[in-house]
């Protein structure tokens, strides 16, 4: 069991749906991060959250947009995606974001986009 | 740009040893990292290992890195069916950002 847990761990959404992915991470860390994870290809970073403020947005589509209401918690909003948008998105925390800070990811939320 | 590239496969039988091979691309990169996913679950920290540093021995794990060929590897003594995961190579590319490869799936036949 990690510290870091996902909700849901598989969804199946519609391009027209709105849904979003949950992470709560039970380790007192200050960091938190989304990536996306596609078959085979290099795990991707989308988000990076440093004691509540967003300190990282790696290009991301603005139909992903996170949301971390306070260093427990970290929601990624998902509306209209598009069938390449299906991957696995991993949340990850550390104890303060940057370098040498050790990463604990969560199982990840396996998304389909019909 | 930033880039870090692993082979996508490797097999070996149980008891031999896995060479799991990596390049990156930032030359100023002060740590990297070997992280393992098993099935259905999210990447661990395996080990790490600085810049400043050639090799690090841990059990039966072993990283090498040659910071001039910009290569990392990791050898896995007595490979166990145990072992057999996605492993990836990771590097800190500056500020807050870690670039992962794509991964190296290891087959531990028994």
């Known amino acids: 069991e990690t510290g870091v847990t996902q909700t849901p761990r598989h969804l199946v959404m519609g391009m027209t749906n709105k849904k979003s992915l949950k992470c709560e991470q039970h380790?007192?860390?200050?960091?938190m991060y989304w990536y996306k994870q596609s078959a085979k290809k290099p795990l991707e970073l989308m988000f990076v959250?440093?004691?509540?403020?967003?300190?990282e947005n790696n290009s991301v589509p603005s139909r992903f947009s996170p949301e971390c209401p306070n260093s427990s918690h970290l929601f990624l909003h998902l509306h209209t995606l598009q069938p390449e948008d299906s991957a696995l998105y991993l949340c990850?925390?550390?104890?303060?974001?940057?370098?040498?800070?050790?990463?604990?990811f969560g199982p990840g939320t396996r998304l389909t986009v019909l | 740009g930033e880039d870090v590239e692993q082979s996508l496969f490797l097999s070996v039988r149980e008891g031999d040893s896995s060479v799991i091979n990596c390049t990156y691309t930032d030359s100023s990169s002060t740590y990297l990292y070997w992280y393992k996913q098993e099935p259905g679950a999210g990447l661990q920290l395996l080990t790490y290992?600085?810049?400043?540093?050639d090799m690090k021995q841990d059990q039966r794990l072993t990283v090498l890195l040659n910071k001039k060929d910009k290569h990392l590897s990791l050898r896995i003594a007595d490979t166990q069916t145990g072992d057999s995961a996605i492993y990836f190579c990771a590097e800190i590319a500056g500020g807050f950002k870690t670039i992962f490869g794509a991964g190296t799936r290891l087959f531990v036949k028994a």
């Open positions: 380790l007192g860390h200050n960091a």
């Open positions: 959250y440093s004691l509540e403020e967003r300190v």
């Open positions: 290992i600085f810049s400043n540093m």
């Open positions: 990850a925390s550390s104890l303060q974001a940057g370098g040498g800070n050790e990463q604990f």
